[in-house]
């Protein structure tokens, strides 16, 4: 690869393929180093000191990696470990916890916003306490079936659409309970945007979905520009002035890495990346 | 605790409590030492060695406890680690599976058995060698959904029961284009005795269930018989000699180790038990 801007991407898995997914198109002038951490996953169920170190571990590999920005595309790190990442690397780190937040905050009339995520994310309420410094109130609605439902590879299956239907019917009833009225659904979980065609089905019109995926690579945009960081020629631009006819493909641009089952993760991570995968690397962060 | 026989009951989580809650009333005079791995669940994703690492670090803390015989109470430790363990501790180590592929064979007359189990068990084929061993055909069906179905706590819900039913079906078409006509069918997960009910109404009642929990109590009593470990008397007139007259509650001769998140430990785990826990200890093995 090249000595263009490299931005790393963490994730305890797959889920934060569909964050990578989201950047490649927003940056199509940098390229992109992502860690699955798939030998320790699910990070939910650990305690904040465990996720941190493992958090931290990968974002260190990151950065002796090359990369000048990281994204944390995984939502129990984002909660749970975003300030241990952050002393412990010197480049900027965004997480896609406040990103969500930030965009929600941007597009509700009424104030009100429903987050789906895992039971992991809903326990820490770190969706609450980042929609309440943008003065907006969440109800976190735990949905623990959702990924294993997507990696079973049932994202159009109609069992799927009952669960979904199952778990919007009990968030509705409790916003009932609380007198909220929430026109705006954060997707909580990097796994998610996977189910955008059931839940758009699912949910009165009157509702607008965020993808955290969509929204993070949106504001990594931003502040790379803000921090004067992103290349100023665009690809084809750039291209243009190499000589070359065609963009490279987004893969040629991406290095993958993960901690264990090497297999697994190129089977499930196309999924959420939307395209077959380069040869994954392996890493040993020990543990 | 007393002096009595000790045994060690090892799993990942919080299924190998089902295994446990067999046990307790097939020894009413021993004691049970019970690990679950929790900060390194799940096994099924990680690579061999690391899994036999893992499942070492607790034996060996199981043995230094007191345990004079272990347990194995996981499958995919048990398909992945049952060597290492045995040439890491001195005392006697038995497994799920191969308890489960010998009861199998007892009972099986077309020879044919179907095994429900986790995708990473699966994957082992480590039942389908230990019922090779007892000249028996397997049929390994892997069932991703039914883990999260059960810790959501839908045991009876309409939803587990049409997963169950698309399983079944997709199994018992693998069937016919095999020509396989399997009698039997062996939980290979310590999960899913929790889904008897629903399978017992979901399988032709010419097929028999069989559940690694009873099948793997049922030999540990065996082996210990035969072992000449098991203490002579039976609760009753040991508690007799002492005066005593009530026998022990089967929580007073538990202790529980969990190595991350106790409180979900014991809320998961009771409901895996069939009883309260007592207090749960936490115990650090690094990783």
Known sequence: MSALLRIGVFDSGFGGLTVLRALLPQMP???????????????????????????????????????????????????????????????????????????????????DVLVLATDATVQSHAYAQACAAHGLRALEKSCPLLVPLIEEGWTEHPITDEVLRIYLEEAMQTARERGSTPDTVLLGCTHYPLLRPLLERALPPSMQILDSAETTAACVRHDLEARNLLPPESLSSLHAARGEDETPSPASRCRFFATDSIDKFQRLGSRFLGHSMQAVELMDLGG
């Open 29 to 111: 002038a940098a390229e992109f180093l992502y860690v699955g951490d798939t030998a320790r996953l699910p990070y939910g169920s650990k305690s904040q000191a465990t996720i941190a170190r493992y958090a931290v571990e990968s974002a260190q590999f990151l950065v002796a990696q090359g990369a000048a920005y990281l994204v944390i595309a995984c939502n129990t790190a984002s909660a749970l470990a975003l300030d241990a990442i952050r002393d412990a690397v010197t480049v900027p780190v965004l997480g896609v916890i406040e990103t969500g937040a930030a965009s929600a905050a941007a597009i509700s009339k009424s104030r």
